[in-house]
């Protein structure tokens, strides 16, 4: 049974940090792209941050290049997101996605909310 478990979300005010991990289960990892992924109220879900395999060529979008880094451990199979300088627009349910080929598993989610 494949389970990808997000953790490390919760309030933080503007300008703080937090690190998200997300634990997998059931699935060859050290093979698995893994992303991050947000979802706010009213709007599609949109792609953070992205990490090959191996746990090379990081990719982010626009809004947080600079600010939010993601890392890949195969020997823990957790993938993490850190995420610093945090803006209230950075406040989703933040997703984590296992991704091989057509294969594409998805974790419950953790909710980030960044206000004063």
């Known amino acids: 049974q494949v389970q990808l478990v997000e953790s490390g979300g919760g309030l933080v005010q503007p300008g703080g940090s937090l690190r998200l991990s997300c634990a997998a289960s059931?699935?060859?990892?050290?093979?698995?792209?893994m992303s991050w992924y947000r979802q706010s109220p009213g709007k599609e879900r949109e792609l953070v941050a992205g990490?090959?395999?191996?746990?090379?060529?990081?990719n982010y979008a626009d809004s947080v290049k600079g600010r939010f880094t993601i890392s890949k451990d195969n020997a823990k199979n957790t993938v993490y997101l850190q995420m610093n300088t945090l803006e209230p627009e950075d406040t989703a349910v933040y997703y984590c996605?296992?991704?091989?080929?057509?294969?594409?598993?998805w974790g419950q989610g953790t909710q980030v909310t960044v206000s004063s």
């Open positions: 059931g699935i060859s990892f050290s093979v698995f792209a």
């Open positions: 996605n296992a991704r091989l080929f057509s294969l594409s598993h």
């Open positions: 990490i090959t395999s191996t746990g090379s060529s990081p």
